[in-house]
């Protein structure tokens, strides 16, 4: 079955700086890998995906991933942090032909001022 | 579109009482799934279904949890009887036939006492 491992279950970054939270997944086959994002009460939204086509994928709120088949990651970062980017992140990964999900642990981040 | 709708919000019952956790997909959406979050397992998959069939129900923890989908407007997950274990955040979700994105519902946070 397909995984995938988040490095560090919480992560405090000054705002204005980087934000890098880190996935890594288990597969010979380069599966679809995503990040969705979690604010408290709320439930999870699509950050950004990664379906084979760019290894450098863009998403909402100034959010990127690159996929690096030889690492197996899917790293995700922003260069300037903001307050609202306070939330929790889950990287997450499913088979080419299936619709189900495997969400890593998840990272929450903080962002002092 | 209203987005996925689940209810109730929040819900407390006393064990051994019996539990129904209601969902309303994305209109024209497909597939269904209900997850389970609970901060020593993270979030696993339960069940979903594709055109109102139960695909895959391999993450159903016992048969004390039930799912139902009578069409393609609404689910329903049942616990009977209910236990302080089951104490979570469930969350409903739908996604397009074709579609890599999962639309999350605000989840319906659940306490057995």
């Known amino acids: 079955a397909q995984s995938v491992t988040q490095l560090g279950s919480h992560v405090s970054v000054s705002e204005g700086a980087l934000v890098l939270l880190r996935c890594n997944y288990s597969s010979s086959v380069p599966p679809y890998l995503f990040w969705y994002v979690q604010y408290p009460n709320q439930g999870l939204q699509l950050l950004l995906k990664y379906t084979s086509a760019a290894t450098l994928v863009k998403g909402i709120n100034g959010f990127e991933a690159e996929f690096k088949k030889s690492e197996t990651s899917f790293h995700l970062t922003k260069p300037s942090a903001h307050m609202s980017d306070a939330a929790e992140y889950f990287c997450a990964v499913s088979d080419l032909n299936d619709y189900k999900l495997s969400f890593g642990a998840g990272t929450t981040v903080t962002v002092r001022a | 579109d209203a987005g996925v709708i689940q209810s109730p919000r929040h819900e407390v019952t006393e064990m051994g009482q019996e539990v129904t956790l209601r969902c309303k997909p994305i209109?024209?959406?497909?597939?269904l799934f209900w997850y389970r979050q609970t901060m020593m397992r993270g979030l696993e998959l339960l069940i979903y279904f594709n055109n109102n069939v139960p695909i895959d129900d391999s993450g159903m923890p016992e048969d004390r949890f039930s799912a139902k989908m009578p069409n393609a407007s609404f689910s329903t997950l049942k616990i009977q009887p209910s236990e302080p274990r089951d104490s979570a955040v469930y969350f409903c979700?739908?996604?397009?036939?074709?579609?890599?994105?999962?639309?999350f519902g605000q989840g319906t946070r659940l306490t057995v006492v």
């Open positions: 979700a739908s996604s397009l036939k074709g579609s890599t994105e999962a639309f």
């Open positions: 209109s024209g959406h497909d597939y």
